[in-house]
């Protein structure tokens, strides 16, 4: 079935490090992604997308990793920063007779120390 | 930059009145979405809108439910009688495509349902 589901629902990092998000999805038929990011009281911000022909694509400070494989999706953000601490959600579209209808994941929640 | 916004951003309603929440996608984008989250849940689709018309509906999106785009400019959700489990928040939604493109999320309506 269509799903999308989190390794880890937390991670907690200090300022200037590396910040690693993974997500996993399990509908194949999937054919583009977009990672979010959701602020307390805010609705999700994009912050890049990748579609199922690429696995790898750059953004500032942000890089989003798919392997098609093992239906795995990262999002890599560079020199952490305070203001990055937010819910972290990845989201597909399964693409096929879908009219952009999203499934989100559960979230990340990422803190970033000072 | 151009942004989803919603209105009222906190709704309060009484079980079994009729609720409707407002929504001005961005201008030049065909594709509009409804989605919600429960507190502490991830995000769900609700239903496209496309051409004046549903384009696709989760099964959460029953009778009571309704959207119209009344002008050139608002996107509305219509709940005909509220339920308690209907307290969440309610996220809009638009983009240029339905496919490949990003979906810019409002900052959403919380309603709850007295």
């Known amino acids: 079935g269509e799903s999308v589901g989190l390794h880890l629902p937390t991670l907690s990092v200090q300022e200037g490090d590396n910040s690693i998000i993974n997500c996993a999805y399990s509908?194949?038929?999937?054919?583009?992604f977009i990672w979010y990011k959701q602020e307390s009281g805010k609705g999700p911000q994009f912050i890049i997308d990748?579609?199922?022909?690429?696995d790898k694509r750059q953004g500032q400070r942000v890089t989003v990793l798919l392997n098609k494989t093992v239906k795995h999706l990262s999002l890599q953000i560079a020199a952490t920063q305070p203001g990055d601490s937010a819910v972290y959600f990845c989201?597909?579209?399964?693409?096929?007779?879908?009219?952009?209808?999203?499934?989100f994941g559960q979230g990340t929640i990422l803190t970033v120390h000072p | 930059e151009p942004e989803v916004t919603q209105t009222p951003s906190h709704q309060v309603t009484q079980m079994g009145q009729e609720v409707i929440l407002r929504c001005v996608p961005i201008?030049?984008?065909?594709?509009f979405y409804w989605y919600r989250q429960i507190l502490g849940q991830k995000v769900e689709f609700l239903v496209s809108?496309?051409?004046?018309?549903?384009?696709?509906k989760s099964e959460i999106f029953d009778d009571q439910f309704s959207v119209e785009r009344p002008d050139g400019s608002n996107f509305t959700l219509k709940i005909r009688s509220t339920k308690l489990e209907d307290s969440a928040m309610y996220f809009c939604?638009?983009?240029?495509?339905?496919?490949?493109?990003?979906?810019?999320f409002g900052d959403g309506t919380r309603l709850s349902i007295l």
């Open positions: 509908n194949s038929a999937s054919d583009y």
């Open positions: 809108f496309y051409n004046n018309e549903i384009s696709e």
């Open positions: 201008s030049n984008h065909l594709y």
């Open positions: 939604a638009s983009s240029g495509s339905a496919r490949n493109q990003p979906q810019h």
């Open positions: 990748i579609r199922s022909n690429m």
């Open positions: 989201a597909e579209n399964a693409g096929g007779t879908s009219y952009g209808k999203l499934t």
